[in-house]
């Protein structure tokens, strides 16, 4: 069946670090993959997707790429700030699939 | 707009209570989703409503009864509730089918006494 893992938290970054946050997957087919962030005490709000390999989804300074040669999906961002500290879920949605498949969840802290 | 919208934002009942969580999206999507998220998980899928259509039932208990009234607004009945039922209870809706993307609503967080 699907599945995503993920890096485990929390990973803690001082601001302005360069962040990544690892991703890789198992999927039948061509999967559509995506980042989902979720602040405290909020719901998820889709940070970015990709629906195809060599596809780069970007938003609010982080990027993703989809590699299908090494089935990953990691986030980056060049330069953290505190209001980047949430919990970051990679998902995905094959194409024969019938509901997202999440990652556990990466948390991060960004401090001053 | 990718809005939904889901009320109450908190709630909290008794185990012998009746209530309902309410979800809303005006953007004409016509699939949607109820999922629950305990704390320090990702979200597990619950029900999906495509078409107003049950589609899919992950094998909840029927204390959980979900509605669809139409294409915008889909509901969560809860009654005799258990304390481990206390969660977020997150809605979301997509465009047409299950493969489209999901876009979530901010949760109701939920307190079973």
């Known amino acids: 069946g699907d599945s995503v893992t993920q890096m485990e938290g929390p990973v803690t970054l001082s601001e302005e670090a360069f962040l990544t946050i690892n991703c890789t997957y198992t999927?039948?087919?061509?999967?559509?993959l995506f980042w989902y962030v979720q602040y405290p005490g909020e719901g998820l709000q889709l940070l970015l997707k990709a629906t195809k390999a060599d596809d780069k989804g970007s938003n609010k300074g982080f990027e993703a790429t989809y590699r299908k040669e090494t089935t990953s999906f990691h986030l980056e961002k060049g330069s953290v700030q505190v209001s980047d500290s949430a919990v970051y879920f990679c998902?995905?949605?094959?194409?024969?699939?019938?509901?997202?498949?999440f990652g556990t969840g990466t948390q991060l802290k960004v401090e001053l | 707009d990718t809005e939904v919208t889901q009320t109450p934002k908190h709630l909290v009942m008794g185990m012998t209570n009746k209530k309902s969580l309410k979800c809303e999206q005006h953007m004409g999507h016509r699939a949607m989703y109820w999922y629950k998220q305990k704390a320090k998980k990702p979200p597990e899928l619950m029900f999906v409503?495509?078409?107003?259509?049950?589609?899919i039932n992950e094998s909840v208990p029927s204390r959980f009864s979900p509605e669809c009234p139409n294409s915008s607004l889909l509901n969560l009945h809860l009654h005799a509730l258990q304390p481990e039922d206390s969660a977020l209870y997150l809605c979301a809706s997509s465009p047409r089918q299950v493969t489209d993307t999901q876009y979530f609503g901010p949760g109701t967080r939920l307190t079973v006494l």
């Open positions: 409503y495509s078409y107003e259509k049950l589609s």
């Open positions: 998902a995905l949605i094959s194409g024969g699939g019938n509901k997202l498949t």
């Open positions: 999927a039948t087919g061509y999967p559509s």
